[in-house]
């Protein structure tokens, strides 16, 4: 992490220094994810809680090109799995938050596969991007498939999509047959924006710190849009929103089902963006959706 000075720090602002610094700072700040505003003061205390949750999962370590990844498996109670179902969770977050909703996919006979993404919970390395996560979730992929499902939360649903998808630098196309996205946001612009308003960016600083974005992506922010990933993937999704999120606003999910190829959306309300996750109603949705799906695949094989 690249020193700033200790006011910057405070204010929360980077508008005080020069453009190009500001815009270098920016980026190294926002592939923290433990410098995150979005993460909770209590954190720590969260997550020895979540973690417990993980104790009857199988552990196991996956080294890729981009850090090693920490992954648990939890085995459904019938000797063959309706399907393997792998668990994205979000950005600041860990594998040990998604274990609520894990369970009852779990229960109803799949296959689930939870992990960290790099720098966060306890995969390696301390900072890491969209590209590097997207990098890690293919590998992770690759090695626990054929998918039946992948169930993402937040930046969580693009990182997937993006591994999806292949474009270069990722090591090529992964197969998600569907997708279900929880509170996601359609576009990485409206990320890096609102991330430039927290920080104070000035325009030209914004401008440099999305420039160190769109170099690690490859391509021109504009592209990097759940509804343009899900065309590229052909993948089928169902979006679940709540209209009380203040995080990441429901007109994400608007636009994705709108906009989106093979979208499906379910609107909830007074959960928020991550009491969502533990909500009964939103698991109820979510293995509906994922055992009316196999039903649809064995019945077309």
Known sequence: MMWIPKRIWADKRLSGLPFGIAGDAA????????LSH???????????????????????????????????????DRSTPAGTVLVVHGWTSEASFMTAIAEPIRRAGFRVVLFDLPAHGLSSEGSTHLIDCARATSF???????????????????ISLVAAEGFPPMPGRI?????????CPNRLTRVTSDFSRHWGLTIAGQQAFERRVER??????????????LEATACKALVIHDRDDSDVSFESAEEIATKGHAAELVAFSGFGHRNVLFAPPV?????SYLVREGKRDSSAA
Not at 27 to 34: L, N, S, V, Y
Not at 283 to 287: K, L, P
Request: hydrophobic content about 45%; glycine content about 6%.
């Open 27 to 34: 980026f190294k700040i926002f592939c923290a994810p433990e």
């Open 38 to 76: 979005y993460r909770a003061p209590n954190h720590p205390e969260l997550v020895k809680r979540a973690r417990f949750h993980l104790r009857n999962a199988e552990w196991r370590r996956i080294s890729t090109p981009v850090a090693d990844i920490q992954t648990y498996t939890f085995e459904p």
């Open 140 to 158: 992770v992929a690759r090695e626990v498939g054929p998918l039946h499902a992948v169930v993402a939360h937040s930046f969580g649903g693009m």
């Open 175 to 183: 197969e998600i047959p569907r997708i279900v996205l929880i509170a």
């Open 216 to 229: 690690v992506g490859g391509r021109p922010l504009e592209c990097f849009t759940i509804v343009k990933l």
């Open 283 to 287: 698991m109820r949705t979510i293995v």
